[in-house]
C-alpha cells in the first residue's frame, strides 16, 4: 500500500489522481490532500477518500472545512499548506499550479520516497534547488507532464553519450494556424478551448501562447540534464507522439499515447509498475495520420523567449516564469490582449538586473519582487 499526498487536488490533474487511485484501493491511499479554494470539491473528495489531513490556501474557509470534515486534521492558509507539505507518505503528488506551488513542492521532498512532479514551474524556477534537495534527500522524481513521462520511458540513461537529442510534441494549440494579423481578435473564450488535452486554465493559456511548451522546453533541460541544443520542439497537432530521444546511430524512439493525462498520472502513481487505466488502446489505423511541423516562432514569441532564457540564468528563468503567471492573469481578467503576454514577458525580462540565485529562499524573493513590480 503506498500512502499519497496530493498537492493540488482540486486541479484537473489531482482529480484524475483520484480516479485512479480509486479504481486501484488495494495498491493506494490518499492520505493528504490539498486545494487552493475550491472547498466544495476539496470536501468530496476529501470524503471520497477518507484522507487522513486536508489543506486549503484560502484562510475564509478553515472553519467551514472544520465543520464538514469532522475527525480529520485540518489546515489553511500558505502556512497549512506548507505543514501539510510535511507530512511524511510514500509519495507525494505535486500538482499545484504556478508558483505557489514551488515551496510545497520543495518542503515535500523531504517527506516522501518519491515525487510525481506535476508542477512545472517549480522545476523552471527552482530546478537547481530542487534537484540537489532531491538527491540529497534520496527522493525520486517521477515526471508526469506528457512530454516528459513520455521522454522519462523512453530515454536510456545507459546510452546518454550516443543520444543526439530529444524532441518534446507541442499540440500548437487553438490558434495553430489562426494568421498573425488576426492575433488581436483572440478572446480568453477561444483561447480557453484547447484542441486535444483538458487541462487547468494556467496549461490552458500557456499552450495557446507557446509558453508551455517554453516551459517544458526549460523543464526537461533540467529534469534530464540536457544542454539546449539537445532539445527540440516539434508541433504535432495530433497530441498522440508525446517525446522522441535520437541516438547517433540513426535510431529515434517514441512514446505514444491518447492525449489522456491519466496514463502518466498512473505511471508515475505506480512505478515501477504498470497498471490498468480507463485510457481506451491506441488505434493507430483509426487515428489515420500523424502530422508534425516547425513551431512558428513569428507567432508564437514566448518559445523563443523561454529558449533563450534557458541559455540565460536561473534569475531569467525565475523573472520569464514569474512574469507569464502575471501576464496570465491579466489576460484572464481581461485586462490585456492575447498579444500582450509576450511583450509583458519580455519587458520583465529587460528590466532584470544580476541577481544571483543560491538558495530556495533566493528564488521565492526574486520571484515576490517581479510579482510586485507588476
Ligand atoms: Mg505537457
Known amino acids: ?5 496530493i498537492h493540488g487536488a482540486t486541479g484537473s490533474i489531482g482529480l484524475n489522481a483520484i480516479d485512479i487511485i480509486q479504481r486501484h484501493p488495494d495498491r493506494f491511499k490518499a492520505n493528504v490532500l490539498t486545494g487552493g479554494s475550491n472547498i466544495t470539491k476539496l470536501v468530496e473528495i476529501a470524503q471520497q477518500t477518507s484522507a487522513e489531513h486536508v489543506a486549503i490556501a484560502d484562510l475564509a474557509h478553515y472553519q467551514d472545512l472544520k465543520k464538514f470534515l469532522p475527525g480529520v486534521q485540518i489546515y489553511a492558509g500558505t502556512t497549512g499548506i506548507l ?38 514551474e517549480s522545476i523552471v524556477a527552482a530546478g537547481e534547488q530542487i534537484l540537489a534537495e532531491a538527491q540529497s534527500q534520496n527522493t525520486k522524481i517521477l515526471p508526469v507532464d506528457s512530454e516528459h513521462n513520455g521522454l522519462y520511458q523512453i530515454f ?5 553519450s550516443a543520444l543526439t537529442h530529444v524532441t518534446i510534441t507541442a499540440s500548437g494549440g487553438p490558434f495553430r494556424s489562426l494568421p498573425k494579423d488576426q492575433f488581436h481578435t483572440i478572446t480568453k473564450e477561444r483561447a480557453l478551448k484547447h484542441p486535444n488535452w483538458a487541462m487547468g486554465p494556467k496549461n490552458t493559456i500557456d499552450s495557446a501562447t507557446l509558453m508551455n511548451k517554453g516551459l517544458e522546453y526549460i523543464e526537461a533541460a533540467l529534469l534530464f540534464n540536457l ?37 502518466p498520472i498512473s505511471y508515475a502513481l505506480a512505478w515501477p509498475e504498470r497498471i490498468k487505466t480507463p485510457v481506451a488502446p491506441l488505434n493507430l489505423a483509426t487515428i489515420g495520420s500523424l502530422t508534425f511541423e516547425e513551431p512558428d516562432y513569428e507567432r508564437f514569441p514566448c518559445l523563443r523567449i523561454a529558449e533563450n532564457v534557458m541559455k540565460s540564468s536561473q534569475a ?13 492573469q491579466k489576460f484572464m481578467a481581461n485586462e490585456i490582449h492575447f498579444t500582450d503576454i509576450p511583450v509583458i514577458i519580455q519587458n520583465q525580462l529587460d528590466a532584470l538586473s544580476s541577481s544571483p540565485i543560491n538558495t530556495i529562499e533566493d528564488v521565492i524573493a526574486l520571484d515576490q519582487s517581479c510579482r510586485q513590480k507588476a
Open 156 to 160: 536510456e540513461e545507459s546510452h546518454r
Open 1 to 5: 500500500m503506498r500512502t499519497i499526498a
Open 227 to 263: 544542454a539546449p541544443g539537445q532539445i527540440k520542439v516539434v508541433v504535432h497537432p495530433q497530441s498522440i507522439v508525446h517525446a522522441l530521444s535520437s541516438y547517433h546511430d540513426g535510431t529515434t524512439l517514441a512514446h505514444l499515447g491518447l492525449p489522456d493525462m491519466r496514463s
Open 316 to 328: 531569467a528563468r525565475i523573472v520569464m516564469n514569474a512574469a507569464d503567471e502575471i501576464a496570465f
Open 83 to 120: 505543514e501539510a507539505a510535511c507530512i511524511d507518505v510514500d509519495m507525494c503528488l505535486a500538482a499545484i499550479t504556478g508558483s505557489a506551488g514551488i515551496l510545497p513542492t520543495y518542503k515535500a521532498l523531504a517527506h516522501c520516497d518519491y515525487l510525481a512532479l506535476v508542477n512545472k
